[in-house]
């Protein structure tokens, strides 16, 4: 079982639909959580960065985290073809230092029609 | 959040050559850390570069085919040596934000090895 599972999609949806992004993970440590938005041919680009269970809100995105069922969402809000892009989930248990510990899930491909 | 330019933006390259990629940060940085996005699989971290020391490598990377330089807190370079197809990929630098603010990336480098 890999550390991180994130489906890959693609997932395709009209404009002003609530999108769901989800990873699940295996290792109970992790406590800190990351959703990166990577367009195409860019770097990743920092959405949201959360620190152990609840939720955070930031304007149309809402991250979620599950520590008991070791599961991490990322819901979109009317969601716009400017949100077209790979969505990757990343997690670790210790923040700081190397990043060796920092686990990516594959990223999911996610379209929105107009 | 830093700002990391990242040059070239990407190459073809012929097999055997090498190809230096360069990373400058806006702000000083202890560590900077070089990933490779093979497609579609997970970013995976070749090693961290601190200023002043040998890069640390991860399990499967060697510093005779990927040698790293940190020559300053806001410059690194990564070379990919003795090109194989296999090396086609995406190759990212990223820097630590702090606490609190999660992991920042540079556009990226394409390359492609023929």
């Known amino acids: 079982q890999k550390e991180v599972e994130q489906d890959p999609g693609p997932l395709s949806v009209p404009e002003g639909a609530i999108v769901s992004l989800n990873c699940t993970y295996s290792?109970?440590?992790?406590?800190?959580f990351m959703w990166y938005r990577q367009y195409s041919r860019k770097g990743p680009e920092l959405l949201m960065y959360?620190?152990?269970?609840g939720n955070k809100e930031d304007g149309r995105f809402t991250a979620q985290v599950d520590k008991s069922s070791k599961y991490i969402s990322l819901f979109i809000r009317d969601s716009q073809p400017s949100d077209s892009a790979t969505y990757l989930c990343?997690?670790?248990?210790?923040?700081?230092?190397?990043?060796?510990?920092?686990?990516f899930g594959k990223g999911t491909k996610l379209s929105v029609k107009p | 959040s830093a700002v990391i330019s990242q040059k070239p933006s990407r190459d073809i390259c012929q097999r055997g050559t090498s190809l230096t990629i360069q990373c400058q940060v806006d702000?000083?940085?202890?560590?900077m850390f070089w990933y490779r996005q093979q497609p579609g699989q997970s970013l995976t971290l070749i090693a961290t570069?601190?200023?002043?020391?040998?890069?640390?490598?991860e399990s499967g990377f060697v510093i005779d085919k990927f040698p790293i330089s940190r020559p300053n807190l806001t410059f690194s370079t990564l070379t990919v040596s003795n090109m194989s197809p296999e090396d086609s990929s995406i190759y990212l630098c990223?820097?630590?934000?702090?606490?609190?603010?999660?992991?920042?990336f540079g556009s990226g480098t394409r390359l492609t090895v023929v």
């Open positions: 990223s820097v630590d934000q702090g606490s609190g603010y999660g992991y920042t």
């Open positions: 290792n109970s440590a992790f406590q800190y």
């Open positions: 959360t620190y152990s269970s």
């Open positions: 990343a997690m670790t248990a210790n923040y700081g230092g190397s990043q060796g510990n920092l686990i």
């Open positions: 702000s000083q940085v202890t560590m």
């Open positions: 570069a601190n200023q002043g020391s040998e890069a640390t490598y």
